[in-house]
């Protein structure tokens, strides 16, 4: 089937909210949102979501017959999001697809250059079982999952068990430890 694109008014409703939060640099930005019908794909990868930037001669003739007139074009970003997936998920799910879609838009806060941000770690699964976290970012990124999780359980206090190799591995002391040293550092 051919791509379909319709408006997405949903996602723009939880990206409202996201820009009100952590990506207040992007509320004087134009953003727009489209659901597209059939999947999405980035670097021949299946994605839920893309995050683009229109710029020049395309961000010119977005603009409308009305302005097409000599003019510098006002670079814009879209966001895409597949419909099917979107049906499909929860609402935490939701809002963490939105704000990484989100998190790509950056704005130059000097020039308001708009540009698309990487993601902050690429890997392969079968590398890091391999070699672990042989890299800075790979263990930056594995260091978030852990306070995310310290932060989920730590309200409870109970046993904190992470899986390694198939392994239960419990890290409870490790991770209070951690916290007490983020509480005495906060
Ligand atoms: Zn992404």
Redesign the pocket.
């Known amino acids: 089937m051919p791509q379909e694109y319709s408006p997405a008014e949903e996602v723009a409703e939880v990206a409202r909210d996201l820009i009100d939060g952590d990506h207040t640099h992007l509320s004087t930005v134009r953003v727009e949102y489209v659901f597209a019908s059939e999947p999405l794909k980035?670097k021949g990868k299946i994605?839920w979501?893309?995050?683009k930037k229109v710029g020049g001669l395309n961000a010119w003739l977005a603009a409308g017959t009305r302005k097409h007139d000599a003019s510098q074009p006002e670079e814009f970003f879209v966001i895409e999001i597949c419909k099917r997936t979107w049906d499909q998920l929860d609402d935490k799910s939701r809002k963490a697809l939105v704000d990484?879609?989100l998190t790509?838009c950056e704005v130059d806060l000097d020039t308001s250059k708009l540009s698309i941000r990487p993601?902050d770690l690429e890997e392969f699964n079968s590398i890091v079982r391999k070699y672990g976290l042989w890299r800075a970012d790979v263990k930056l990124f594995v260091d978030s999952v852990k306070q995310k999780q310290l932060f989920d359980d730590g309200e409870r206090g109970d046993e904190i068990i992470m899986k390694v190799d198939g392994k239960e591995v419990d890290i409870t002391s490790q991770m209070n430890k951690a916290r007490r040293r983020r509480e005495a550092s906060a």
Request: net charge negative; glycine share 12%; hydrophobic share 20%.
């Open positions: 980035e994605v979501g893309r995050a990484h879609e790509h993601h």
